[in-house]
């Protein structure tokens, strides 16, 4: 059996930023308190846009979060932007939803899954989307416009336009009226 041992790198810092950090930020955009921003120069963030309280904006090194204008983040949020992550404009994202862009590959099964590559996927969200109070969204998956994730709602699949999902793994509840 191989022995594995993971490589320890430098810490990415305590998530402190400045405006002036950021690729782009747009007007009147309120951070609250104890926000945590990582790599912020990969962070485009549109005009009038709220970030609550203990929200985590986990940029990295490569690819693209953006946020649209007129978004609101509820509080406890943690979005990751390894694969990139793009939120459109005036989408409502609940308190304590998790959105993820990688995930580690299985190789040999004596190898630790975290020690393992990870492979990074795009999350689209379309505009005027609303994502329900701790929902958890994989990697890869695309929102289309206008659609409602249910609280507590598992995406693993992408969601058509309009159409509600609910529970876990999230299934289609029904097309939104007039759609």
């Not at 695309?142 to 409602?148: D, Q, W």
Request: proline share 3%; charged share 25%; net charge positive.
């Amino acid at each position: 059996m191989k022995d594995y041992k993971q490589k320890v790198k430098k810490s990415h810092g305590d998530g402190g930023f400045s405006l002036s950090q950021f690729k782009k930020i747009g007007e009147n955009v309120i951070f609250e308190k104890e926000v945590m921003v990582f790599h912020p120069e990969n962070i485009e963030i549109g005009h009038n846009v709220y970030i609550g309280h203990r929200s985590i904006l986990k940029g990295y090194y490569k690819n693209l979060m953006k946020i649209g204008d007129n978004s609101w983040i509820g509080q406890g949020c943690f979005f990751h932007s390894g694969g990139g992550l793009s939120i459109g404009n005036t989408v409502g994202v609940g308190p304590f939803v998790k959105i993820f862009t990688h995930e580690h590959i299985e190789e040999e099964l004596g190898k630790p899954i975290l020690l393992c590559e990870q492979a990074f996927k795009e999350v689209v969200i379309e505009d005027n989307c609303d994502i329900g109070i701790g929902s958890i969204i994989l990697p890869g998956i695309r929102i289309g416009k206008g659609s409602i994730i249910g609280a507590g709602a598992v995406v693993t699949k992408d969601v058509e336009p309009f159409t509600v999902v609910v529970g876990n793994p999230a299934r289609f509840l029904r097309k939104r009226k007039g759609a």
